[in-house]
């Protein structure tokens, strides 16, 4: 198993860099929060996955280390329940195009959005 040798959250980009020896990725942040390896994404076995909607614009709010083996990312929906062990993060670096792939994918057969959902009712046309 590799340690990373950084972990630096870029806020303007969203993008986490991970670098591994002399490979360095940027992932964003959207990518991670849709890939989370908790039980509420990934489920409890195999083919439990949920797909996360509406992440386009997610950002990370903290980064927290999880022993010497994994991080544990603050995402700015709430969502915090995923350990993203060093193996995981090198493939989600190295593969992300094809992850980014699946999930556009997914998103296109079951006709959901990356865009947040605006809650309609809270919305009041001005008097002017």
């Known amino acids: 198993m590799t340690t990373p040798s950084k972990i630096i959250y870029h806020k303007r980009s969203k993008a986490l860099e991970v670098g591994f020896g002399d490979a360095s990725y940027q992932i ?25 909607t509406g992440k386009k614009h997610i ?9 010497n083996y994994a991080i544990r990312i603050v995402f700015d929906d709430g969502h915090d329940s995923g350990l993203f062990a060093w193996e995981f993060l090198e493939e ?33 046309p001005s008097n002017s």
């Not at 908790?38 to 797909?51: F, T, W, Y």
């Not at 950002?59 to 022993?67: D, H, L």
């Open 92 to 124: 989600l670096g190295r593969d992300q195009e094809r992850f980014f792939t699946d999930y556009l994918d997914e998103m296109k057969t079951a006709n959901a959005s990356r865009l947040p959902t605006i809650p309609v009712g809270h919305w009041k």
């Open 59 to 67: 950002g990370i709010q903290a980064i927290e280390p999880v022993g």
């Open 28 to 52: 964003p942040a959207e990518l991670l929060r849709v890939y989370s390896p908790s039980a509420e994404v990934r489920g409890h076995g195999s083919g439990q996955r949920r797909l996360q």
